[in-house]
């Protein structure tokens, strides 16, 4: 069983930073695919990035083609991370961590929120203008 708690958001002007922490209690991150997903009121929740540990190449990560270059993930053996730079007010939404430890061959499903067993209660990041 994996437990995830989210910190780090709050409220930051367009243009801000935020870095997003996503702490694991119940097991390590070593052998997890980890995400970062969002949700604005009235939509659906979307993939924010994705990382894929395999151990035979590294790990590989996805990230939502409109955040490519503002969002980073990083994770280390208990914690993930999510920098996010340059915000913008459309940024606004809660953020959700999740973690499986499920393996699919086909890498490109752990970009689904479907994929994903364990979640975090969510961190709210409020993006002013």
């Known amino acids: 069983q994996v437990q995830l708690v989210e910190s780090g958001g709050g409220l930051v002007q367009a243009g801000g930073s935020l870095r997003l922490s996503c702490a694991a209690s119940?097991?390590?991150?070593?052998?997890?695919?980890l995400g970062w997903f969002r949700q604005a009121p009235g939509k659906e929740r979307e993939l924010v990035t994705a990382m894929v540990f395999i151990a035979w190449s590294g790990d590989s990560t996805y990230y939502a083609d409109s955040l490519k270059g503002r969002f980073t993930i990083s994770r280390d053996d208990t914690a993930m991370y999510l920098q996010m730079s340059n915000l913008k007010v459309e940024d606004t939404a809660v953020y959700y961590c999740?973690?499986?430890?499920?393996?699919?061959?086909?890498?490109?499903?752990?970009?689904?929120?479907?994929?994903?067993?364990?979640w975090g209660q969510g961190t709210q990041v409020t993006v002013s203008s």
């Open positions: 999740a973690a499986t430890n499920r393996y699919y061959s086909d890498s490109s499903l752990y970009t689904r929120a479907a994929t994903y067993d364990y």
């Open positions: 119940g097991r390590t991150f070593s052998s997890h695919a």
